[in-house]
Nanobody
Framework: VQLQAFGGGLVQAGGSLRLSCAAS????????MGWFRQAPGKERELVAA????????YYADSVKGRFTISRDNAKNTVYLQMNSLKPEDTAVYYC?????????????????WGQGTLVTVSS
């Protein structure tokens, strides 16, 4: 599966962005999807995850209530709607795919990765 993430950019604190991740080369609905982020000097963090059907989701505490993950299996795309953005949300955001072998809250098992898209939130 090849993944391409896009939609990052510069936004003021309190603003919104929607990231998209388009998949190709596989059966998209076979894969659980996740959004990760990595800020400079920090470890990569699982931000949100979604089940194959989209019926189940997981959010890190740091984004709960502000971010929404969704997917459209007909379009082979997963989204991350980010609202009420904060400067601490600044990071490179990556989408990733894995077979559904682990709980949504687990950050392991992702073996397909997109190239990352930079989100910068100014104060």
């Amino acid at each position: 599966v090849q993944l391409q993430a896009f939609g990052g950019g510069l936004v003021q604190a309190g603003g919104s962005l929607r990231l998209s991740c388009a998949a190709s080369g596989g059966t998209f609905s076979n894969y659980g999807m996740g959004w990760f982020r990595q800020a400079p000097g920090k470890e990569r963090e699982l931000v949100a995850a979604i089940s194959r059907s989209g019926s189940s989701t997981y959010y890190a505490d740091s984004v709960k209530g502000r971010f929404t993950i969704s997917r459209d299996n007909a379009k082979n795309t997963v989204y991350l709607q980010m609202n009420s953005l904060k400067p601490e949300d600044t990071a490179v955001y990556y989408c990733a795919a894995r077979l559904p072998l682990y709980g949504l809250e687990k950050k392991i098992g992702y073996n397909f990765w997109g190239q990352g898209t930079l989100v910068t939130v100014s104060s």
